[in-house]
């Protein structure tokens, strides 16, 4: 494919999935709004990713912590000491770039060599809080959402009871000031992450570490990403963040190149101990087994809703020559979407505007729409109509025709294989949750 990452920048605009904020301003470089087929596509994600991570575990409970939380946070964090950028400008052109996403060293605006020295930019997005905007008053919002689960520990552990090793879920916006927000919603300087930390006694975080990298990867393969598409990166030492002793990417093959799509990290104790210390309660654990009291170490994995989007879209996308009615062919754009990912799961189209086709496939509509995000799609030819959803991901298209009226069935068609079926209306139901 020529350009796939304009092929699907270009559907998510015409198809409402993603676009530019505040396009009628003339947008804002790092924000993105997510429209209707948008928004359900990110439900399902993160109900994706809280069934396998929550849901069906015994051992993850979930937390939902304040975007803004006390600055002390992030003073003992490490955050407004250490999370910086470097920040170079080209002599040339002026416009400024990460260091460390240079290309040897030479600059994408204008190809200029030389640069500023290196200026160490924090990438915390600084407010106010209350009306004086003096030094007391600056608050941040979260870069990360693990804090929160740091500072809550102890309460979560105790009130939901859970001994080591046990997990803590969240699901919510990050905001990073970064130096160049890129490659539609790859990089932006608002994001919503998906983050889990999992607290373990010390000496077993190694084992733990590889068990999350291995169940991470597993849940982009059981929602079908091309497994060629993927790989493990580990970090050098010198690339380790400051509270990590071992980190790896998991990385997806952009049209843009390699780059990370998920992180797992072996955060140690480093955050329960400089909490502690800083604020003077103890967050220690204690085990009642052996009767000892220690900080636990802490695996991390944690990936962006709207970079996993991006990875899904790009994977799913595919033209290819399908037939037409006319007995000749076309290409079609499908967006091949895992069936618990696809925005919309059945559309039901009506053979025509007919007044009596119509009564029958609103109940059709009815019917299936208690189960499932279900669509009702009247415009147009039917192939047409088709085609609409194929480029939507919607797995089933439900078609209402005049035989409908009399034998009390419907014509099923699949988005892949675009097999037809013809179910009796009161199976529907039943044949669909089958293959949903
Ligand atoms: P990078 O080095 O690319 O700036 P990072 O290593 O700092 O990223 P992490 O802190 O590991 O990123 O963040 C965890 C995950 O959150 C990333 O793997 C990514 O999916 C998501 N993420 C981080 N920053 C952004 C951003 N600016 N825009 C969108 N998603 C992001």
Redesign the pocket.
Known sequence: MPDLMEAVTSLAKRRGIAFQSSEIYGGLRSSWDYGPLGVELRRNIRNAWWRSTVQLRDDVVGLEAAIIMSPRVRAASGHLDTFHDPLVECLNCHQRFREDHLTDRVCPNCGNTSFTEPRQFNLMLKTYLGPLEDDDAVAYLRP?TAQGMFVDFSIVQTSARKKLPFGVAQIGKSF?N?IT?SNFI????E?E?MEMEYFVEPGTDETWYEYWIDRRLSWYHDLGVSKDKLRLRRHEPDELAHYAKAATDIEYEFPFGWS????VANRTDYDLRHHTEASGEDLTYFDQETKERYFPYVVEP???V??ALLVFLLDAYREEQAPTAKGGTDTRTVLGLHRDLAPVKVAVLPLSRNDALVPEAKRVHELVRHAWIATYDDAGAIGRRYRRQDEAGTPFCVTVDFDSLQDRQVTVRERDTMQQDRIPIENLVSFLRERL
């Open positions: 990360e990073r970064e927000p790859f990089r932006t300087r994001f992450q990370e799509l998920e992180g944690a990936v962006g709207d970079r």
